[in-house]
Structures are given as structure tokens and as C-alpha cells.
């Protein structure tokens, strides 16, 4: 079980006077996407006193903004990499691999030695489904209206084919007798 802290002012901390916070560990933290109570438990703080800190603290408030993004958007790349299929060249002389979209390259990049073998890892399904529906809105349900009048009818393609014949069948009946 976590220790409780205790309320009132830090041991060292004169009156009027502000605790210390590591900036740079914030950033680091930001950066791993701790939440804040997570943050508030680094630095020995309570999660309502980190709170009032932060909205007291314009530099804290920036360091956490700019680093929470800095991680999301950290994230949504490496989501987007792995999503997408990859292509590897891997150098046997150099032992250097180089990620290309989309080919192989015949030759090392990085010592242009042609004693190369290659890796293709494809991309995940999974996560081009999760990212379609995320940013660009797309959901797997159908969504159908109907007029009240009119109902709508949905069949199977065997049921359309059966029905079709069926009309086909009547029309030539009338159109003999």
C-alpha cells in the first residue's frame, strides 16, 4: 500500500516558499504518458497539491502541455508505422538496416555493399481499422433510412435473384396471354 503523505508543507520548505520540482523529470514523465497523479507521486507531492501547483505555475502548466503532445503525437507515429507494411534492408558487411516504404533496395545505404538480405513485415489490420476509425471518422456500422411510407427492404443477393425471376416469370405470363 502506497504511504500516505502528510499534509502541510515540505520538510526544508520555508514559509512562502515554493517546493522544488524537477522540471526535466516532468518532461520525462510527460513523455512516457504518466498521468498526472502519477507525475504528483514522482515528486513526493499529493495529487490536489500538484493540481493547485499546476494552475498556479505557468511554466509546470507549459512543461506538461508540451510533453503530453510531444508523446501523443510520438505515439500516433509509431501507430502509424506499425499499421503500414515495412520493408527492410539488412547489410551483411556493415550490419546496418535500413526501413524503406514500399521496396527493397538492392544496396546497403550505408556502405552501398549489394551483400544484402532483405525482410518485409506486413502491416497491421488491426491497427489501419483502429486509425481509420479515429482520424478519419469511419465506422463499421450501416446506418439505414428508410421513408415511413415506403418501407425499406433488405434481402439477400439468393432472395433479389429469386424475386427477380419471379417478376420476369409474371411479366412473360402477361405479356402471352
Not at 35 to 58: H, K, M
Not at 76 to 93: G, H, L, P, S, W
Not at 139 to 152: F, H, I, N, T
Request: contains cysteine; hydrophobic residues 35%.
Amino acid at each position: 500500500m502506497p504511504k500516505k503523505l502528510k499534509p502541510g508543507r515540505p520538510k526544508g520548505v520555508k514559509n512562502g516558499e515554493r517546493k522544488p520540482i524537477d522540471l526535466k523529470l516532468v518532461a520525462a514523465l510527460c513523455k512516457a504518458n504518466c498521468t498526472q497523479y502519477e507525475i504528483a507521486t514522482a515528486l513526493d507531492y499529493s495529487e490536489a497539491g500538484f493540481s493547485r501547483r499546476v494552475n498556479s505555475d505557468p511554466e509546470l502548466k507549459k512543461v506538461l502541455d508540451r510533453n503530453y503532445v510531444t508523446a501523443k503525437v510520438s505515439l500516433r507515429r509509431e501507430q502509424v508505422r506499425n499499421a503500414m507494411d515495412r520493408y527492410f534492408t539488412i547489410c551483411k558487411d556493415c550490419g546496418k538496416i535500413t526501413e524503406h516504404a514500399g521496396e527493397f533496395l538492392p544496396r546497403c545505404a550505408y556502405c552501398d555493399s549489394e551483400n544484402v538480405r532483405h525482410q518485409f513485415i506486413p502491416g497491421s489490420t488491426g491497427m489501419l481499422i483502429w486509425l481509420g476509425k479515429q482520424i478519419l471518422h469511419q465506422s463499421d456500422r450501416v446506418m439505414v433510412q428508410g421513408d415511413a411510407e415506403k418501407p425499406l427492404v433488405i434481402s439477400t443477393l439468393a432472395e433479389f435473384v429469386k424475386n427477380a425471376a419471379k417478376k420476369e416469370k409474371t411479366k412473360r405470363r402477361s405479356e402471352d396471354a
